[in-house]
């Protein structure tokens, strides 16, 4: 079992930046890719960023690349999405997930184990 817990959601405006955090226990973090996806009301989850369990390979949702960057900690066992020049359009809880020995897939049927999610709010 792997638990995940995301932390640093909130109200941003249109524009700013915003860090988002998850920690993750239980198992081996290194052995594990860690992707972001996030939901809106009224849509689907859909995929926001992923990174390999190496590290190497990172991936981005054309939505947000070029504004956001996942990044990972494997000593603090923590996967962080930086998020700059918000849109309203990326208002929407946030997820963390891992992957066990994954690449950095975009599917969510990749992913082993999920957090609860974290809100974030991007006002106009």
């Known amino acids: 079992q792997v638990q995940l817990v995301e932390s640093g959601g909130g109200l941003v405006q249109a524009g700013g930046s915003l860090r988002l955090s998850c920690a993750a226990s239980g198992r081996t973090f290194s052995d594990y890719a860690m992707g972001w996806f996030r939901q809106a009301p009224g849509k689907e989850r859909e995929f926001v960023a992923a990174i390999s369990w190496t590290g190497v390979m990172i991936y981005y949702a054309d939505s947000v690349k070029g504004r956001f960057t996942i990044s990972r900690d494997n000593v603090e066992d923590m996967v962080f999405l930086q998020m700059n020049r918000a849109r309203p359009d990326d208002t929407a809880v946030y997820y963390c997930?891992?992957?066990?020995?994954?690449?950095?897939?975009?599917?969510?049927?990749?992913?082993?184990?999920w957090g609860q999610g974290t809100q974030v709010t991007v006002s106009s």
């Open positions: 997930a891992a992957d066990y020995l994954g690449y950095g897939a975009n599917r969510e049927l990749e992913y082993d184990y």
